[in-house]
């Protein structure tokens, strides 16, 4: 499985990015995607995830204002991001989850930066 994260960049504080994530290598509509982030000197955090049957789950600092969704033709996995703030800052990671192996696969992150 091999995933391609891209999106990130540089905005104001209450801008918007939009984040994907390219999946290869899986039966892709069956696992869950998910979106993580890591701010310097802090773990990795989930930001959301969608399950295989379009089930989300947002981490309670971003509800109301990032969306996550799937296309299964495209093998693609996004994070509309609305409302920035500044502690939004950080690394973000797409991941898969395997239906079948429960096993987690990492993309290489993304760098969004949310100035003030």
């Known amino acids: 499985v091999q995933l391609q994260a891209s999106g990130g960049g540089l905005v104001q504080a209450g801008g918007s990015l939009r984040l994907s994530c390219a999946a290869s290598?899986?039966?892709?509509?069956?696992?869950?995607m998910g979106w993580h982030h890591q701010a310097p000197g802090k773990e990795r955090e989930l930001v959301a995830e969608?399950?295989?049957?379009?089930?989300?789950t947002y981490a309670d600092s971003v509800k109301g204002r990032f969306i996550i969704s799937r296309d299964n033709v495209k093998r693609t996995a996004y994070l509309q991001m609305n409302s920035l703030k500044p502690e939004d800052t950080a690394v973000y990671y797409c991941?898969?989850?395997?239906?079948?192996?429960?096993?987690?696969?990492w993309g290489q992150g993304t760098q969004v930066t949310v100035s003030s």
């Open positions: 991941s898969l989850t395997s239906w079948f192996t429960k096993r987690d696969y």
């Open positions: 290598g899986s039966t892709f509509n069956l696992n869950t």
């Open positions: 969608i399950s295989g049957s379009g089930t989300t």
